[in-house]
């Protein structure tokens, strides 16, 4: 994945747009995650499921099992995007 970390390209510009690429994909895949994950985590809340710190602490945002490594996807370019809740908490619901 990402070129086994070799740059093919000998040119300067290039091997930076290269390095930035590498570095901004990993971040949003790892934002998307977490509003995905956080998503879920609200509503299993909302439901009743008790989320405690102990289950919390066991989750990570760096899963590639759904990513296609080849780049091959169908984009519904005419599919809502829903906006991220920057401020949901899911320990703060849970303690009261």
Known sequence: FGGEGIIAENVQHEQRKIVRYNQLVP???SLH??????RVLAQLRDEGSNIS???LAGLSP???SHINRFGD???DLKR???PIDFSRRILAATTR
Do not use: G, K, P
């Open 62 to 64: 760096y899963r590639t």
């Open 53 to 55: 710190t102990e289950v």
């Open 80 to 82: 809502q995007v829903e």
């Open 33 to 38: 995650n977490v509003e995905q994950m956080t």
């Open 73 to 75: 996807y169908t984009l």
């Open 27 to 29: 971040n949003l895949v």
